[in-house]
């Protein structure tokens, strides 16, 4: 866009877009996880808002089965954009996977967060410090223009929920449970179908080799009988003149007998 605009003669224009800011890897992940799986990034986020909102009427179990929940959410989410960007031709080092669970994490706790991540246009990665009343998350280095350090660091509503907001945080779960249990059902079907077709493979591979062995000991099979044929014809051809040599010795023998009767 930058040699366009230069191209094109506008020059300030090309500075403002030299200007701008090249995303990292994990936002570039980041980014193409919300833009191309928009619909599976929302629950994680629905169900941060809805802990945000319902945390303080929590107790302590219904506290562990929303962090389970969305542990598995963020499994999934990674998983995804892992798969998107090895079918983008990029490579993803270990590190790289974890700070974008970093980001959705961050996302998940703290509005600004979620706001920018679902952006599609971090520069860089977020950063979280914890979960539960009073969560936030640190400085987002590097991240849009929407997210300033101020935002990122204050603290969420602590008012006591009403039965409403319990209810919707139930149902924010029950939908990111089902994504998750959906994410993790095709995810484990695209194993058992890899394990399937492996297998079917590794027969077939072996069953070649089976195969390449029989037409190998055929064609020195072929090649001795080729050989043999060519032997049994030279004894033939042989055979053949040696009869017609006999024949002829006969027939002037026999000749000769009947000329010596005929003489006597």
Sequence with gaps: REKEAKAAGDKELAAQIHALAKPNQVAWMANLLVREHPEEVRPLLDLGAGLREASEGLDAEQLREFSRQQHGLLRALVQQARRAAVTAGRRVPETAVRSLEDTLRAALVDPDAAEAVLSGRLTAGLQHSGFG??????AAVGSTSRTSTAAASKKVDTQAPTPDDVARADREVAEAT???EEAGRLRDEAAAELARVSKLLAAVARELSRLQA??????SERARLEGDERERRTSLDEAARAVEDAEARLTEAAERRQTLVERG
């Design 133 to 138: 009343p009073g969560m936030g998350v640190g």
């Design 178 to 180: 089902s994504a998750a």
């Design 214 to 219: 029989d037409l190998d000991r055929a064609e």
